[in-house]
């Protein structure tokens, strides 16, 4: 016998182990029903592995011997005696109306269960998980036949058994499914659950979703974490998957596992595509993972000439976008830069907003017309901060009238954000531009184009748009670290171009670059507003180091042949100073402009050279 921390077994092992059941004196033995393992083979009779059970042979006997054939670890052995000659003993099993009482019955406990309406969850090998309106459990090797969906009704016989802490409805010699209607069913649909409902003992074997876990990885195990509950992630049921870096969802059957009275809470995926991976976006420009052609590139230019007319408009949905339009007086089209083709009376800019060639999308509207181009596959983010950005340039230059439709919709219809710009200033490149926070992920479309109040057109710009950008941040402290970054290159290339002494802005840049690192958004927020403070002081400070500069540049003195040396010299001398304030540097200009005087009055005089005689006195 082993007594261990599971409790106390008979232990056999194979080359040579054997063990005997006998019964008292003028008994034979009808029937042995085994728990635990057991491999070895009956001397005579008939055992069977699926029930564990041995049943006695023809002739009636009084003991039977098994020999191993591999490690035994028996708890029970239940033996049914009678008198030889005897007919074996009916029993009269117990009836238990779901899979509730079922399981709640002592482990190894025969019973028939009454199924009602249980769905079949799944099927794998030899498990068959079944799902009452009371619980589940998995029937194991009892040579029913269904498949997920179907319904079961009816009545079975069986025992209550655990394997290693996995509910199982275990076939026993009076298994048998003639008593079991199997009629087709809906497929199974997961129940959503939170990762501490799906650990209750009462949620083992059912089928769940779970979408509040965070997928961590612990050595070479996957966990579903949330707080203090995990869930180990099992793949019991050899599916053939690879589990992304974030999940945004993953259903499967919850699978008790315990081991040395520790009880693990596992999640075996019985299907791929139950595992949805989670939208990650990196942060910075994320355009190019969103949009297909955000500049209009794909879009064919018109090369005709378009004035305004009714509900007009080019629809481009097979580019990307497509159109909505009202209104008696509005009109929209795809324009080459720099082409002569007319859009109400204006021509596209020569170039974007960077300088570089393409297209662009002109818009006009009048008399309470709109235009608005839609994203024509809905985009989905996942939840952080965003800034979506589109270029225009109105080229009208009588009006800058233009309400803007730029906005971000959800696919339920809630605007999430738009752009309050009513104005485009004329024959300028300006920025359009909307910013939102999304705690969830969310699926909708971009909209941009615009329209007019009850005017005419005169009282209208004409917008081309261009360039539509998507910025993206997980968290705040990303996107104050980015824009904290975007301000030291700014700053950096400032230093660079000025004339004016650098310390106190390379001082400044260096807390900047130092507090890229910092983990609170509001410290590198209010880095970023101390180096722009410090390069509007340089500014400031620079100009005036510009104004010496100039002056410099501006005033030759080899140019004035005729002037004394001295006087020269003297201008040399103070054109080799370094101020080091703007004040310095405002004082060094005063005497760069007195002795520059002093040069070219030296060189009226002619002092340079020699035998010259001073006659200034003689004008009169």
């Not at 710009?461 to 997980?474: E, Q």
Request: proline share 3%; net charge negative.
């Amino acid at each position: 016998l082993y007594s261990g921390t599971d409790g106390v077994d008979l232990r056999v092992y194979k080359n040579g182990g054997s063990f005997t059941f006998t019964a008292p004196e003028g008994q034979v033995i009808e029937k042995i029903e085994f728990s635990g393992t057991v491999a070895a083979t009956a001397g005579t009779g008939t055992y069977d592995s699926a029930t564990k059970t041995w049943t006695q042979p023809d002739k009636q006997v009084n003991a039977v011997t098994f020999t191993a054939t591999n490690t035994n670890k028996i708890t029970k052995a239940v033996l049914t005696i009678a008198a030889p000659g005897e007919a074996p003993e009916v029993v009269e099993l117990s009836k238990v109306d779901n899979i509730a009482a079922f399981k709640a019955l002592d482990t190894d406990t025969e019973a028939e269960l009454t199924l009602t309406d249980a769905k079949v969850l799944y099927v794998n090998g030899k498990d068959m998980i079944v799902e009452d309106a009371t619980g589940a459990i998995d029937f194991y090797s009892i040579g029913l036949t269904a498949t997920a969906g179907q319904v079961l009704n009816g009545s079975i016989a069986g025992k209550n058994s655990l394997y290693n802490g996995l509910p199982q409805f275990a076939k026993s010699s009076n298994t048998a499914g003639t008593k079991v209607t199997v009629t087709d069913g809906d497929a199974p649909v997961a129940v959503e659950m939170t990762v501490a409902e799906a650990m209750a003992e009462t949620s083992y074997l059912k089928y769940v979703k779970l979408t509040d876990a965070t997928l961590v990885l612990d050595g070479e195990t996957y966990y579903l974490v949330n707080g203090d509950n995990k869930i180990q992630i099992y793949n019991k049921f050899k599916l053939d998957y690879t589990l992304p870096e974030a999940i945004k969802s993953i259903a499967g059957i919850i699978i008790p596992f315990t081991k040395s009275g520790t009880t693990i809470v596992e999640l075996a995926p019985i299907a791929v595509e139950d595992i949805v991976a989670k939208l990650t976006l990196p942060n910075g420009d994320v355009t190019s993972l969103l949009l297909s052609n955000p500049g209009f590139e794909a879009c064919e230019a018109n090369t005709t000439d378009l004035s305004t007319a009714k509900n007009a408009g080019v629809d481009y949905t097979a580019q990307g976008w497509t159109i909505t339009a009202s209104g008696d007086w509005c009109n929209a089209d795809v324009y080459e830069y720099g082409s002569a083709t007319i859009l109400n009376s204006v021509t596209a800019p020569a170039a974007d907003n960077a300088g570089n060639p393409g297209k662009a999308m002109g818009v006009t509207v009048a008399w309470s017309s709109n235009v608005k181009y839609t994203t024509a596959t809905p985009i989905t983010l996942p939840a952080g901060i965003y800034t979506i950005k589109i270029n225009g340039y109105n080229a009208f230059g009588s009006a800058t009238l233009f309400h803007s439709n730029l906005a971000f919709v959800a696919e339920s219809g809630t605007v999430i954000a738009s752009s309050s710009k009513s104005n485009f200033a004329s024959n300028v490149w300006e920025d359009d531009v909307i910013s939102f926070t999304l705690d969830t992920e969310t699926t909708g479309n971009i909209t941009f184009g615009g329209y007019a109040e009850n005017k005419g057109s005169d009282k209208h710009a004409r917008v081309f748009f261009d360039n539509i950008t998507i910025s993206h941040f997980a968290d705040l402290l990303s996107q104050a670290v980015a824009d904290l970054n975007e301000t030291i290159a700014k700053a950096q290339a400032v230093a660079a171009a000025g004339v004016a002494p650098t310390t106190d802005i390379d001082a400044a840049i260096a807390a900047a670059q130092a507090a890229t690192t910092e983990t609170e958004a509001e410290t590198v927020m209010a880095a970023k507003e101390a180096l722009l403070a410090a390069v509007a002081a340089y500014n400031d400070v620079n100009t005036h180091f510009v104004a010496v500069a100039n002056f410099k540049a501006y005033f030759v003195a080899d140019t004035y042949k005729y002037a004394s040396e001295e006087s020269k010299t003297n201008y040399t001398t103070l054109a080799a100073k370094t101020p080091a304030t703007a004040e310095e540097a405002d004082a060094n200009l005063a005497e760069l402009q007195l002795a520059a005087r002093a040069i070219a009055e030296s060189h009226a005089k002619a002092e340079g050279v020699a035998d010259a005689t001073d006659q200034t006195s003689l004008i009169t």
